[in-house]
């Protein structure tokens, strides 16, 4: 074959820094270059002068400061004329530096693959010379650039191997003339950022093929990229421009069919990522986010003129090019990691996806990929306790599962959607029971966000939080120790047993959603307050913050939350605030944000002390009658269905006895056990007291208090070597002690698949209001319903999440009450006209029915039997009804509602992780060139 003639061209921006060193490579090649010439874009560093000093004047051009890379390129070429038909140019970026064989290496390849048109060397990094940079590009279908590199990956030879890629970088770019000359070159549109993956994404459609060659090597900067220099080509900023060209590119390059799919994966990916980025505190980045798209679909008939250009082959070769790709599932896999780098607090980053490496040959095969971060994720030590909690969770709950309704117990058999919820809490007058204008109890607003994400669905929402307590208290644990409990080891037998407590099963028989949900934030509480007492300044802020968000999420489920963490809060600032500053003004924080956002209803409950020791739901006296045991407080237990005996959980307190042992970590043992015989203490008092004729759950507290010894036990896990070491008792008591812990997740989580779930929650929930009645009532009338010897007022409908909590007027109740109790008991005329001047049409009788209740009930001349059957029975008053009119509502309620909205949002973007600070490029001197270059 001839000898190819090689034309090498420099382009050069502000590259002083690099320069020398590229020229000096270029000079330097063993199969030198035939002619060289070189394209200096405005630069004020004296860059122009050193190519003119080095290549000569005359093969130097000078061109504005706002010449893109492709235009120098072009500009160039046009001043020299094809030296014939096996032309090749060699296209170097001034901070670029070859290997001494990098040219010969390339047209080897190119001598071996005829087909070939475009070839790219392996990029390593300038600084750090054994990093890799690139071994070809590839892009998935929201054009986000892919190496297939992990991060700062050495190159140790596991990428060689010449083989077809999607695009090379022009950075060493070897590319035919006569190819480059059909396809029209790089795009000036393009002139910097993905003007290599659209030349190459066009070589390929022309039917020629883009080779990555290991065996040529360079060393890139990426100067550019990095921001190591000022950008001065585009008004746009450098990560704005580097989207929007890459959202061109795939649009202006596939097929119809896949563009529109590309077109709503980019609007979706974009809006979600914006959204991260704003409420990590990085507005310019999400602003850059959604500027990029807005300048792609903003110009249609550029894109489309694009498309026009770019027709010819784009269909026939698309299935070569889907094969070199990013794979389908790589962006869900970027957005799953932005999610992750923000909930880790290092802010959403966006980290590119492996890609798929192919055989030299035309049927290019797919190659055997590392494991994804899928399979990553599922192999995880968290990832299979979850998994294993939520299988034991099923087993225990399988009496719950596939039915219609889920109530019973404190839950109000869920009903209504998302709109129904935003509803009653946005509404000034509630039109319920005997009508109300109070404030609806703020959880009511946290389930109606949660319906809205489940797609509207009240009923997924409450099984997710209540059914998944266990497997999400879990997940809560695990993720939330990882700073304080460092052992892995330690850390799942933490989560597990945390997740199995009585408090847990308890909840969940007893269908206390306000419980389930505190449980499955305690650990974050615990988190929090570490990062708040022990990190640094900004780091603390952010921990008060998002300790107030959530402490205000559990407070509105159960009030009792924010005394119990106030008294320990106020504790810990006194006990920490002379050792870090700023302490006193981040728990300030985190004390005065539920207070902020949860105002007036918290002031509701100022007026009515006892309604604090109550939690979301129903409250039923006989559900919790007699004071706490001994062995309930001793094995953390809150009493009531739904929770094991004592033999199943006593082993905590024996391991937590067991730390007393330890010498050392004394004053972990000490908070460890004060936490906990604070909580045991607050439980005893809360058992004691109750309001509204119920006694108080006392659940939280105890939960308090087993986290306490919990992280305690954590802690001192790594210590059982020392008992070992001792000798004597204490080394036999050692395995005792690991045998003792372990045997209480497991014994927990043994009984509680045996026995299932054990309590009035059921799974299908009965419709308590007859369907005559929901029929029959028109707006405005009340259907009294009775339960035995408790009655409940209805609207017509079964009520919604938190309605049976509004307070009512007590003389309007003790009036219907006197005269429900009347009606009953088979008093007449006057009890039902109080009933009826209170909007009551009809009385419904739940099952079982009495037949005294039956008797008395047809005794009285002003009631007309409608129903009766064993599913209930259904009575209209024959008293004319006055309908509830409907109050004003307070003047405060509109506008606190669109503050406190305010606040929320305020308080969910100062708590929300910032992006982690990176430092500024290193500014040591450039790392000679290795021997050879």
């Not at 040529?216 to 989207?243: K, Q, Y």
């Not at 094969?323 to 909930?343: K, N």
């Not at 460092?486 to 206390?512: D, F, H, K, N, Q």
């Not at 005294?852 to 008293?879: F, I, Y």
Request: charged letters at 20%; one cysteine or more.
């Amino acid at each position: 074959m001839s000898r190819p003639y090689v034309t090498a061209v420099v382009v050069a921006h502000d590259g002083g820094r690099w320069l020398t060193e590229t020229l000096r490579g270029l000079a330097g090649q063993s199969r030198r270059p035939d002619r060289v010439a070189g394209a200096d874009n405005g630069s004020r560093d004296g860059s122009a002068d050193l190519m003119a000093q080095v290549l000569g004047g005359g093969n130097v051009l000078r061109l504005p400061r706002s010449t893109g890379f492709g235009e120098a390129v072009a500009e160039v070429l046009d001043k020299l004329p094809p030296s014939g038909p096996d032309e090749w140019i060699w296209l170097l970026h001034d901070d670029c530096l070859p290997d001494r064989r990098a040219l010969e290496s390339l047209l080897t390849a190119a001598e071996q693959d005829p087909k070939a048109a475009v070839l790219g060397p392996k990029l390593r990094d300038w600084l750090d010379r054994r990093r890799l940079a690139e071994v070809g590009v590839t892009v998935d279908r929201t054009g986000r650039r892919d190496t297939g590199l992990e991060p700062r990956e050495f190159d140790q030879g596991q990428h060689d191997g010449t083989r077809e890629v999607l695009s090379v970088s022009t950075a060493g770019m070897l590319v035919r003339r006569d190819v480059w000359e059909a396809v029209g070159g790089l795009d000036p549109f393009l002139p910097i950022f993905r003007d290599d993956l659209d030349l190459c994404w066009r070589v390929r459609n022309a039917g020629h093929r883009v080779l990555a060659v290991t065996p040529a090597v360079a060393w890139h900067a990426e100067a550019a990229a990095r921001r190591r220099r000022r950008i001065t080509v585009s008004g746009d900023h450098p990560r704005r421009l580097d989207r929007r060209n890459g959202i061109f590119v795939v649009m202006a390059n596939l097929p119809f069919r896949a563009m529109l799919w590309a077109l709503v994966r980019n609007v979706v990916g974009s809006a979600l990522r914006a959204l991260l980025f704003l409420v990590s505190k990085q507005p310019a980045n999400a602003l850059d986010e959604l500027l990029a798209l807005g300048s792609v679909l903003g110009h249609p008939f550029r894109l489309l003129a694009a498309r026009r250009r770019r027709r010819a082959g784009r269909k026939k070769r698309y299935r070569q090019v889907r094969r070199l790709m990013s794979p389908p599932g790589a962006s869900y896999r970027r957005l799953l990691d932005m999610v992750q780098g923000f909930l880790a607090g290092e802010g959403p980053v966006d980290s590119a996806g492996r890609h798929h490496a192919f055989a030299d040959d035309d049927e290019a095969q797919i190659a055997p990929e590392e494991p994804g971060a899928v399979k990553r994720l599922a192999g995880r030590p968290g990832v299979l306790l979850v998994a294993a909690l939520t299988v034991v969770a099923l087993v225990a709950e399988r009496s719950l599962l596939g039915g219609g309704r889920l109530g019973g117990g404190a839950l109000v058999p869920v009903t209504g959607g998302a709109r129904d919820l935003w509803t009653f809490y946005t509404e000034g007058f509630h039109d319920v029971g005997l009508g109300s204008t109070e404030w609806a109890p703020p959880y009511v607003a946290v389930m109606a966000a949660l319906a809205t994400l489940a797609l509207g669905k009240t009923w997924l929402a409450v099984s997710v939080l209540l059914l998944g307590a266990v497997p999400l208290a879990g997940a809560s644990a695990y993720l939330a120790t990882r700073r304080i409990i460092p052992a892995v080891p330690a850390r799942i037998w933490l989560a597990a047993t945390y997740a199995l407590l009585p408090v847990a099963t308890g909840a969940i028989a007893a269908g206390r959603l306000g419980t389930a949900v505190v449980f499955v934030l305690l650990p974050v509480y615990a988190a929090l307050g570490v990062n708040l007492l022990s990190g640094e300044r900004r780091r603390a802020r952010r921990a008060g913050w998002g300790l107030g968000l959530l402490l205000a999420v559990g407070t509105a489920f159960v009030p009792l939350v924010y005394p119990l963490f106030a008294v320990l809060g106020v504790l810990a600032a006194v006990a920490y605030g002379g050792v870090r500053k700023g302490v006193f003004t981040s728990m300030a924080i985190a004390l005065a944000v539920p207070v902020a956002l949860l105002f007036p209803w918290l002031a509701g409950l100022v007026a009515d002390p006892g309604r604090i020791l109550l939690e979301a739901g129903l409250h039923d006296a006989s559900s919790s009658d007699s004071a706490l045991g001994p062995e309930s407080l001793l094995s953390f237990s809150p009493g009531g269905p739904g929770v094991p005996p004592f033999w199943v959980t006593a082993g905590l307190v024996a391991t937590a006895l067991a730390a007393l042992l330890v010498r050392r970590q004394r004053m972990i043992v000490a908070i460890g056990w004060g936490v906990a015989l604070y909580g045991v203490l607050a439980g005893i008092l809360v058992s004691r007291l109750g309001a509204d004729g119920a006694r108080a759950w006392p659940g939280v507290p105890l939960a308090f208090a087993a986290t306490g010894l919990l992280v305690l036990v954590g802690l001192s896990a790594h210590r059982l070597a020392e008992l070992r070491a001792a000798g004597g008792v204490r080394k036999a008591a050692a395995p005792l002690v690991a045998a003792v812990a372990f045997s209480t997740p497991l014994l927990a989580a043994g009984h509680w698949m045996a026995t299932g779930v054990r309590g009035p929650l059921t799974g299908d929930a009965p419709e308590a209001l007859p369907a005559l009645a929901a029929v029959t009532a028109e707006e405005g009338e009340r259907v009294l319903l009775v339960r035995g010897a408790a009655f409940t007022l209805l609207s017509g409908r079964m009520p919604l999440l938190g309605e049976a909590e509004l307070p009512v007027a007590s003389e309007a109740r003790a009036k219907v009450a006197a005269a429900a109790a009347g009606l009953i008991a088979g008093r007449g005329g006057k009890d039902a006209a109080t009933l009826a001047q209170h909007g009551v049409a009809m009385v419904a009788v739940a099952p079982p029915v009495s037949p005294d209740l039956v008797a008395a009930l047809d005794s009285q001349p002003s009631l007309n039997r409608m129903s009766l059957s064993e599913s209930g029975g259904l009575w209209g008053l024959t008293e004319p009804v006055t309908s509830v009119a409907a109050q004003p509502e307070s003047a405060l309620h509109r506008p606190w509602l669109w503050t406190q909205g305010a606040l929320a949002l305020l308080v969910l973007v100062m708590a929300a992780p910032g992006r982690r600070e990176s430092g500024q490029e290193s500014a040591e001197p450039v790392a000679p060139a290795p021997a050879g270059a």
